[in-house]
Nanobody, 111 residues
Framework: VQLQASGGGLVQPGGSLRLSCTAS????????MGWYRQAPGKQRELVAS??????VYADSVKGRFTISRDNAKNTVYLQMNSLKPEDTAVYYCRSLTFNSWGQGTLVTVSS
């Protein structure tokens, strides 16, 4: 399965962005998906994920970010609201079923 992430960019603090991750090759791959991020000099961390049974968010994004999916489009989204400078990172999507990663999209939160 291949994952194509998009939607990153430069946004001011307090702003919003929506990231998209489209899967090709196998629709089953979006049944369990995650968004991760890696800031400069830091380890990659889980931001949000869902499986058949649960949705998980990092404490730092709870109430601000929402993960969702559109099965018809084989696409998973990450809606990011009330963005903070500390959200600046490269964001990656991951198929938990196949342990495959998208290429990453850069989100920069700065005034």
């Amino acid at each position: 399965v291949q994952l194509q992430a998009s939607g990153g960019g430069l946004v001011q603090p307090g702003g919003s962005l929506r990231l998209s991750c489209t899967a090709s090759g196998n629709i089953v791959s979006i049944n369990a998906m995650g968004w991760y991020r890696q800031a400069p000099g830091k380890q990659r961390e889980l931001v949000a994920s869902f499986t058949r049974g649960s949705t998980v968010y990092a404490d730092s994004v709870k109430g601000r970010f929402t993960i969702s999916r559109d099965n018809a489009k084989n696409t998973v989204y990450l809606q990011m609201n009330s963005l903070k400078p500390e959200d600046t990172a490269v964001y990656y999507c991951r198929s938990l079923t196949f342990n495959s990663w998208g290429q990453g999209t850069l989100v920069t939160v700065s005034s």
